[in-house]
């Protein structure tokens, strides 16, 4: 019985010896330059916007450590390539309750000393509804913004 025991707590001990407190990030990438997007839109200030805002929502999610382009592991390099603001929500009267922001961008994380790409896409696409009564366009710019990053963070250190 005591030789059981003995056994039991054995391998109990040894289920928990491959436990480890480091973090479960997958990426590969430490450090990230973000210089200022391209916009290939007739929208102005929306390729400063969306850098910042990228930029903003990397830092805060503290994964990756982003630094500037010329000190840093890799690059993101993306350009804006639409911007579509329209209405999608209609009450009974067929007056607009909800306007949808489209943004959608281009983009490539390449590394840093040659120019390698870690991965790629042609078209992310951030959308943001916001209401006509009391919201403005940048409220729905700033959630699209917000899905662009997210996005963008999973590629980045979620591994592919």
């Known amino acids: 019985m005591k030789r059981l025991l003995v056994l039991l707590l054995a391998l109990a001990l040894a289920g928990c010896s491959f436990y480890s407190f480091k973090s479960g990030r997958t990426s590969v990438v430490s450090s990230i330059g973000i210089p200022l997007f391209e916009n290939q839109t007739a929208?102005?200030?929306l390729a400063e916007q969306l850098t910042e805002g990228i930029t903003a929502g990397l830092i805060k999610e503290n994964?990756?450590?982003v630094v500037d382009p010329s000190r840093a592991e890799s690059i993101l390099k993306a350009a804006v390539i639409t911007y579509?603001?329209?209405a999608y929500t209609f009450d009974a009267n067929d007056n607009v309750r909800e306007y949808i922001v489209e943004i959608t961008i281009r983009a490539r994380l390449v590394t840093a000393r040659d120019d390698?790409?870690?991965w790629e896409a042609q078209a992310i696409r951030g959308w943001g509804e916001y209401?006509?009564?009391g919201e403005t366009e940048q409220d729905g710019q700033v959630?699209?913004?917000a899905k662009l990053t997210?996005?963008?963070i999973n590629r980045t250190v979620k591994g592919w």
């Open 84 to 86: 579509k603001r329209s």
């Open 43 to 45: 929208e102005y200030g």
């Open 131 to 133: 209401a006509a009564d």
């Open 63 to 65: 994964i990756v450590k």
């Open 150 to 152: 997210q996005e963008i």
């Open 116 to 118: 390698k790409t870690i």
């Open 143 to 145: 959630r699209a913004i």
